[in-house]
């Protein structure tokens, strides 16, 4: 298996630009997690879903925020309108629904100048 | 790659010598704990994990220690190599699905 995969690898926009980040879970993995980090807060968790359903947004930062899972391979994160402390590493997660273990993505770096 | 911390705790390390790294965790509650390890310019990928009726779990050159009394958590990595270069996080289990992850330790491992 190729692993989570997300695109792009490297995003660079201006501020108040619609930003759309891509993930594809790993096959047969039914829930699916996006994460940021920055340097002053780490790891943080933005939003989840299982069987593609969100069952978790509370740490989505603002409204300008939006995730959606159309189907159980693929799942995107927006931001619209980008700002520049928005600019951050964005990390995809997958795993089985009752499993602890996360499988992470290479993550997109996001730029907001 | 991507910059994960400049800042974090760092622990610099010779080649072949045993490393410890240290993790406070919050909730007393917490039944599950893992440990990830963090390259430059990749994800976090998973080491080893505990559950807490466990205080010790052993995998290849690494040992996790769990200690409830004081929520304590730490990684040993025996005869650390310039591969075990990295940010290390211990993350506790959170309701069904959530992992709350620490800040991460940065381990240099000097040749």
């Known amino acids: 298996d190729a692993g989570v995969i997300q695109s792009p690898r490297h995003e660079v926009t201006e501020m108040g630009q619609e930003v759309t980040l891509r993930c594809k879970p790993i096959s047969g993995h039914n829930s699916l997690f996006w994460y940021r980090q920055t340097m002053m807060r780490g790891l943080e968790l933005l939003i989840y879903f299982n069987n593609n359903v969100p069952i978790d947004d509370s740490g989505m930062p603002e409204d300008r925020f939006s995730a959606k899972m159309p189907n159980a391979s693929f799942s995107t994160l927006k931001i619209q309108p980008s700002e520049p402390r928005d600019s951050a590493v964005y990390f995809c997660a997958s795993s089985l629904v009752g499993y602890n273990e996360q499988f992470f993505g290479p993550g997109t770096r996001l730029t907001v100048l | 790659g991507e910059s994960v911390g400049l800042h974090l705790p760092t622990l610099s390390v010779q080649e072949g010598d045993n490393s410890i790294i240290n993790c406070a965790y919050s909730n007393s509650a917490s039944d599950y704990f893992i440990w990830y390890k963090q390259e430059s310019g990749k994800g976090p990928q998973f080491i080893i994990d505990i559950r807490s009726n466990m205080d010790k779990r052993q995998g290849q050159r690494v040992t996790v220690l769990l200690n409830k009394t004081v929520k304590h958590l730490s990684l040993q990595i025996a005869a650390t190599q310039p591969g075990d270069s990295a940010v290390y996080f211990c993350?506790?289990?959170?309701?069904?699905?959530?992992?709350?992850f620490g800040k991460g330790n940065q381990v240099v491992v000097i040749p």
């Open positions: 993350a506790e289990k959170e309701g069904n699905n959530r992992l709350a």
